[in-house]
């Protein structure tokens, strides 16, 4: 007997970072998924195989936080690792880096197949409720967007609920889907240390804070209307004013703005750093499979990893 499940890597087109103070965030899950295979065993404890293909160091670098979550997502789930044992094997094609979601996908690909071993009947909520616990673990303070948008697929509108009721998740679907490029910088940041950074900006000069949140509030608003209705030009010139907010904030460093200047010098609408930042990936809106192969080429030509994806399928 084994139970099996997976979780969508993501990317955020608007509001990382701002999304964990409570206003409204952009995600996309992606195509490429993280598998999980749990099997009982004899004993106790849980033996974990990680075959999730990486960046060089990430895997070793989140390993301590990976053993937090993976306690986090079984207590949450019930399963006591004192009466049974577990393997649990992590696969899949999504390339683990900072900035897709990597963490939020082998949560909820965790939870599917704990759900699925022990014949749970769990829905999607609980699994993305699980999911959270298992972010945690990853850093004290998730917003949930990316667990969302692993668990739930497509491309979610998310408002964190600051007082601890349901967060707002709302499905968006464009008239149909949008060639994107991410590209690995290939560094790999902490997500607890980049949020807390960030935490200590804002509460060193509340009022420069408010006046950048200000305005990101505005590209949000439009950037979901112009998704909406397929005004793309104006979509990439979001992503470009969200990536100076980013730069604001201190998320992004010479390498991502050198990556996203090549690809909007290849014709893409518009660039951004995505996710943590300080690493991790760059997100591009090239519509259209000629200009996602353009940029794409540029980016892997210039030694940048990349992926060529979807967003509102
Ligand atoms: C990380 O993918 C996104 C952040 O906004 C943190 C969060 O939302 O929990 C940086």
């Not at 899950?29 to 033996?47: L, M, N, P, Q, R």
């Not at 936080?65 to 094997?89: C, H, P, R, W, Y």
């Not at 940041?189 to 950074?197: C, I, L, N, R, W």
């Amino acid at each position: 007997m084994a139970g099996m499940g997976s979780g969508y890597g993501k990317t955020i087109l608007f509001g990382e970072h701002f999304v964990v103070y409570g206003v409204p965030a952009l995600a996309s899950a992606i195509g490429d998924t993280t598998t999980c295979i749990v099997e009982s065993k004899d004993g106790t404890g849980y033996e974990l195989n990680d075959d999730r293909p990486e960046v060089p160091g990430y895997k070793e670098k989140k390993f301590d936080d990976q053993k937090i979550s993976i306690k986090n997502v079984l207590n949450f789930m019930g399963v006591n690792l004192n009466e049974k044992a577990l393997k649990i094997t992590l696969g899949g094609e999504l390339v683990c880096a900072s900035g897709v979601g990597a963490s939020a996908a082998s949560c909820v690909s965790l939870a599917r197949a704990v759900n699925d071993e022990f014949n749970l009947g769990w829905d999607d909520e609980k699994i993305n409720a699980a999911a959270y616990e298992g972010e945690k673990g990853y850093h004290g303070t998730p917003s949930g967007i990316d667990n969302t948008a692993s668990t739930f697929g497509g491309l979610v509108y998310f408002i964190r609920n600051l007082e601890g009721g349901p967060n707002t998740i709302e499905t968006i679907k464009p008239e149909k889907p949008i060639e994107l490029v991410i590209a690995s910088s290939g560094m790999t940041a902490s997500t607890t240390v980049v949020v807390g950074d960030v935490r200590k900006k804002k509460e060193e000069d509340p009022e420069w804070f408010e006046g950048v949140v200000k305005d990101y509030e505005k590209v949000i608003k439009e950037g979901r209307k112009a998704l909406e209705t397929m005004e793309l030009e104006r979509v990439g010139q979001l992503m470009n004013k969200n990536h100076e907010l980013l730069q604001q904030i201190t998320v992004s460093n010479d390498v991502l703005d050198n990556m996203v200047k090549l690809a909007r010098d290849n014709g893409a609408l518009g660039a951004k750093v995505t996710g943590t930042g300080r690493g991790g990936n760059i997100i591009a809106l090239t519509p259209g499979a000629e200009l996602q192969d353009k940029v794409y080429n540029a980016l892997t030509d210039a030694g940048h990893p990349a992926w060529k994806t979807l967003i509102g399928i």
